[in-house]
């Protein structure tokens, strides 16, 4: 039964994709499951929303959707973003789905550029929006060429790269979308999620799905699946993050967004995960610009 | 000052949408325009929209115009989405150009030919001095009428095709593809590639064409014809077993005729370059013709150096519903990534700070 949403929109298919093209990308879907990050070319379909602002994410979504779900649509790890709102209020109208910005409470999370907090669970699936399926497209741009590299598992060019990066800056300077290895096998992108976010898909109970509408491919991850940020033993993976802790809720193992407050050099960080933070602030933590931000 | 979190988007994007209503009515004292004045009056425009969205329907693309306020681009992405909700009942016939009926037909490679020549209603020899007189409401003068000749019209390709002096036409290589269902692989066969051009971005096959004009891919063409007027398209349905008509569109076609030297197992002949686009386009249909021909290199045996000659890249980025989605995506908040980056930056400062130190201690 349908609960708490509004009505779905008329003269549109639930979700907008109608069920023939839904079947196919659950085809795609399927197969990407049975390969773990196998890039899947798939019919993708012309949105009405931009390409490049998440059409992929949103055809997955749609594909997966049912009446009973309850979604979440974040951007930045913020449910108030314009484009995540414009996206849940897309979902909203054209599926009638309940919708929330609790990660916990989501049965179904599409999100960009981040993976949130709050470890997910085993019942929920999170959906990526992708904009350059391909990790090798920086070092070479034909996809003729690497699909073959694929197919081979020929990735000595990437890490040329970070071997040169090492070299030349002591360090690997991929802060972002940095490239992973799935199940031993296919190297994938994350999507651009920092660096910060890419242990968090390593043996994930949640099924992750990506989609990648304008460059027309789906892959994933199924739950529990190794992923590794490439890396050498000698130089091991370091995530980034800023050093400092939340300034409304004092957390200092997340991701945090700094916040320009003033012209005179004036920083505030706090959490880029909104959810994760107001959780935090309700159960009783306060960070060190908490205090000052509630009194006001 | 204390941080406040950016709330209220659900608002601000209702609010913005009214504000763009208002803007594109301008100001009610000006009588609003019509479906049918855009259709009548800005055909060139419904065109492109209809061509690049993919989608032969005046009406609909003259509100898809109106609705971008001009916007052609926007105006196709209109259509576009549009286009994919609708169910697909059939596949037509291919559309005979050798049966059209000619507005406008010229060839730059003959004379004189069957058929004659015939202008059309052209811009070509008109001089570009803005019509003051077209700013004040009146009716043009009538145009000269004359008796329709019913001499045959054949396409300048079949008749050099006669003497073998001009390649076979492509053709019975089983279905068409569809980028629209099937994803693009590589390498794209011409069905597809002449689809993906069809529905490409007129500025982008223009230059590209133009560039191999200038030496980058050069494909020594010549406008064989160039024809526009009506064309009939006819589906089959399988439970009747013969042909029906559905309609008319107007098209143009472009047919490039292109020196080629010969290889190894072909003697020297002409190829051809080919472009059809819906309505009135011929800058479109020509630059598409180039274009077709230039990536035609590698199955030609030429050498592929140029950008028009590369599959992949002209395919790729001829769609410009695809291209200003990704390019204008980037006004959307990027700043958990662009944070990781700031964090970068300054871990590499600091190490390369280090450096310098270390170095100046030793000295």
Redesign the interface.
């Known amino acids: 039964m349908r609960t708490n949403g509004p009505l779905p929109m008329n003269g549109?298919n639930f979700a907008y994709l109608?069920e023939q093209t839904k079947r196919m990308i659950r085809r795609a879907l399927l197969k990407a499951v049975a390969i773990p990050g196998h890039q899947v070319?798939?019919?993708?379909?012309?949105?009405?929303l931009?390409?490049?602002?998440g059409?992929g994410g949103i055809q997955v979504t749609a594909s997966v959707l049912g009446p009973d779900d309850v979604l979440k649509v974040i951007?930045?790890?913020?449910d108030?973003?314009?484009?995540?709102?414009?996206i849940r209020?897309f979902f909203a109208r054209t599926a009638g789905v309940r919708t929330t910005t609790r990660t916990s409470e989501a049965t179904l999370i599409q999100t960009?550029?981040?993976v949130p907090e709050t470890n997910l669970r085993e019942d929920q699936i999170i959906v990526y929006q992708v904009?350059q399926p391909e990790p090798l497209w920086r070092l070479e741009?034909?996809?003729?060429e690497t699909s073959r590299m694929h197919a081979l598992a020929d990735y000595g060019l990437m890490h040329v790269k970070l071997y040169e990066d090492i070299a030349r800056?002591?360090?690997v300077?991929i802060?972002?979308?940095y490239p992973v290895m799935v199940n031993q096998r296919y190297l994938m992108s994350p999507s651009?999620?920092?660096?910060?976010d890419n242990p968090k898909m390593h043996m994930m109970p949640a099924l992750q799905l990506f989609g990648a509408g304008?460059e027309?491919?789906i892959y994933a991850i199924p739950p529990y699946t190794e992923v590794r940020s490439l890396d050498f033993d000698d130089h091991p993976f370091r995530a980034?993050?800023?050093p400092q802790a939340c300034?409304?809720c004092g957390a200092d193992d997340v991701?945090?967004?700094?916040?320009v407050?003033?012209d005179r050099g004036?920083r505030?960080f706090?959490c880029?995960d909104?959810d994760h933070c107001a959780e935090r602030r309700a159960a009783g933590h306060v960070g060190a610009?908490g205090m000052?931000?509630a009194a006001? | 000052m204390a941080y406040v979190s950016v709330k209220g988007g659900e608002q601000a994007i209702d609010a913005a949408h009214a504000w763009l209503a208002e803007e594109r009515r301008g100001d009610p004292t000006v009588p609003e325009i019509s479906l049918a004045q855009i259709e009548q009056q800005l055909g060139r425009a419904v065109d492109r929209a209809m061509g690049e969205g993919s989608l032969y329907d005046r009406e609909l693309a003259a509100l898809a115009v109106k609705q971008a306020q001009g916007d052609l681009i926007e105006a196709a992405f209109l259509l576009r989405a549009y286009r994919t909700t609708l169910p697909r009942f059939a596949y037509s016939l291919p559309v005979d150009t050798a049966e059209m009926l000619i507005q406008r037909r010229i060839s730059a490679v003959f004379k004189d030919l069957p058929g004659g020549q015939l202008l059309g209603p052209t811009y070509d020899y008109t001089h570009r001095l803005l019509d003051f007189s077209l700013a004040a409401d009146g009716a043009p003068p009538p145009s000269p009428r004359a008796e329709p000749e019913d001499a045959k019209m054949p396409r300048v390709p079949d008749i050099l095709g006669h003497e073998g002096l001009l390649e076979h036409d492509g053709g019975d290589e089983g279905e068409p593809g569809d980028l629209t269902r099937e994803p693009l692989r590589f390498p794209a066969s011409r069905d597809v590639r002449l689809q993906a051009l069809a529905r490409g971005d007129e500025g982008f096959l223009l230059a590209l064409g133009y560039s191999t004009q200038r030496g980058y891919g050069g494909t020594h063409p010549f406008a064989g014809e160039i024809r526009m007027g009506e064309v009939t398209v006819e589906i089959e349905p399988p439970e009747l077993g013969f042909a029906i008509d559905i309609g008319d569109i107007t098209v143009t076609e472009c047919q490039m005729v292109n020196q080629f030297k010969g290889s190894k197992t072909l003697p020297a002949q002409f190829t051809r370059g080919y472009g059809l686009v819906f309505g009135h386009a011929e800058r479109k249909a020509m630059a598409m013709a180039l274009v077709d021909r230039a990536m035609r290199a590698d199955e030609l045996g030429e050498e592929v150096t140029a950008p028009a000659q590369n599959i992949e890249f002209v395919v790729y980025h001829s769609d410009n519903i695809e291209a200003t989605g990704f390019v204008e995506h980037l006004k959307l908040p990027h700043y958990v990534d662009f944070q990781s980056e700031l964090e970068n930056v300054r871990r590499m400062r600091r190490q390369a700070a280090r450096v310098a130190e270390r170095a100046e201690a030793a000295e």
């Open positions: 549109y109608d070319p798939f019919g993708s379909r012309e949105m009405p931009p390409y490049g602002w059409t951007d930045q790890g913020a108030d973003t314009t484009n995540a709102v414009s209020r960009r550029h981040r904009p741009p034909s996809r003729a800056f002591g360090q300077s802060s972002y979308d651009p999620i920092p660096s910060f304008r027309k491919r980034i993050r800023a300034g409304l991701y945090l967004d700094e916040v407050v003033d004036g505030l706090v880029s909104t610009d000052q931000d006001e």
